[in-house]
């Protein structure tokens, strides 16, 4: 069972924020952060960034239920066994290279700036072929590799 609805109605809370201004932030409705919070349903993978921000919490404290409410400060540098490796990609273009069956459709074929850390998660942001500007968190267990694209 995941708990995010909780964590996110319990730190919600503790910021001093309603659902109205919680909902306001994120450009969603009330009734949508009511449903995050009943855990009804889940916010979309794009959110699950905007709402760490505002909470003050990881992504990973979000998406995972073993994490306490003292692991919740923010975590913006990848795990201990990347971290010199993939903090030196941070504010580059890159290609991305997927394992089979984890592709991201968004991102295929589009070099992506590499924006910053998420405890396992990698946020990213892109042009999308329609020219529409893309932000995504991408797992890191799904990258592959990366090729650095040169300017």
Known sequence: MNHMGEKIAAKRK???LTQIEFAEKLSVTRQTVSRWEAGTV???????????SILGV????????????GDASSVTTPSAGNGK??????GKKVKLG????ETD????????????FEG???KVSAQSKKGTMIEKLVPL????????VKE
């Open 14 to 16: 503790a910021s001093g």
């Open 42 to 52: 889940m916010p979309d993978i794009e959110k699950i960034s905007d709402i760490a």
């Open 58 to 69: 990881s992504c990973d404290y979000l998406l995972k239920d073993d994490m306490e409410i």
């Open 85 to 90: 490796l993939l903090s030196g990609i941070v």
């Open 98 to 101: 997927f394992y089979d069956g």
């Open 105 to 116: 459709i968004d991102l295929y074929d589009l070099v992506v700036t590499v924006d910053s």
């Open 120 to 122: 396992n998660w990698m």
């Open 141 to 148: 267990a799904s990258i592959l590799s990366f090729e650095i």
